[in-house]
């Protein structure tokens, strides 16, 4: 469970723009590092999760306007990440990434919804980086102005 280095090498550097936060779990290191390399072009924070029980951990002391989950976790399944998100209340949008058969991205995508989680569009791995692109980036403006409305 880490930060990525490019955001924070931007809060080092002092930058003052607030940005939206998004978590990006997957238990593959270099798989996070490629997503996080993306929401950091969408506009967000990233902060890495490989485990479930990291996620618990994330979750129990800080918000995110935005979550990647891959649907596989190791040993747990994707599926007991949208349980946890349930049982917190947790409102965030949720992309699923999968290198498994839409069918199951499919279950799993409605599975959420039926626990009346944010489910956005899956995402089939190989990832689309355009495609996830353009939906982190969907997610982080819509975040930039309801923060801006809040604030105003």
């Given at each position: 469970?880490?930060?990525?280095?490019?955001?924070?090498?931007?809060a080092a550097a002092g930058s003052a723009e607030l940005k939206p936060r998004l978590l990006?779990?997957?238990?593959?290191?270099?798989?996070?590092?490629?997503?996080?390399?993306?929401?950091?072009?969408?506009?967000?924070?990233?902060?890495?999760?490989?485990?479930?029980?990291?996620?618990?951990?994330?979750?129990?002391?800080?918000?995110?306007?935005?979550?990647?989950?891959?649907?596989?976790?190791?040993?747990?399944?994707?599926?007991?990440?949208?349980?946890?998100?349930?049982?917190?209340?947790?409102?965030?949008?949720?992309?699923?990434?999968?290198?498994?058969?839409?069918?199951?991205?499919?279950?799993?995508?409605?599975?959420?919804?039926?626990?009346?989680?944010t489910m956005l569009e899956a995402v089939s791995k190989p990832v689309d980086l355009t495609?996830?692109?353009?939906?982190?980036?969907i997610i982080a403006r819509t975040w930039r102005i309801m923060h801006h409305a809040a604030?105003?």
């Amino acid at each position: 469970m880490t930060d990525h280095p490019e955001s924070s090498a931007a809060a080092a550097a002092g930058s003052a723009e607030l940005k939206p936060r998004l978590l990006v779990i997957d238990d593959d290191q270099v798989h996070r590092t490629i997503i996080c390399k993306i929401a950091v072009r969408a506009g967000f924070e990233p902060v890495e999760a490989g485990t479930l029980d990291e996620v618990v951990e994330l979750t129990t002391y800080n918000d995110f306007e935005g979550v990647t989950l891959d649907l596989s976790l190791g040993e747990q399944a994707g599926t007991e990440v949208l349980r946890h998100f349930a049982d917190r209340d947790f409102r965030a949008p949720v992309i699923i990434l999968s290198g498994a058969k839409s069918e199951i991205a499919r279950k799993a995508h409605d599975f959420g919804e039926s626990l009346d989680l944010t489910m956005l569009e899956a995402v089939s791995k190989p990832v689309d980086l355009t495609e996830l692109r353009e939906q982190l980036s969907i997610i982080a403006r819509t975040w930039r102005i309801m923060h801006h409305a809040a604030l105003g």
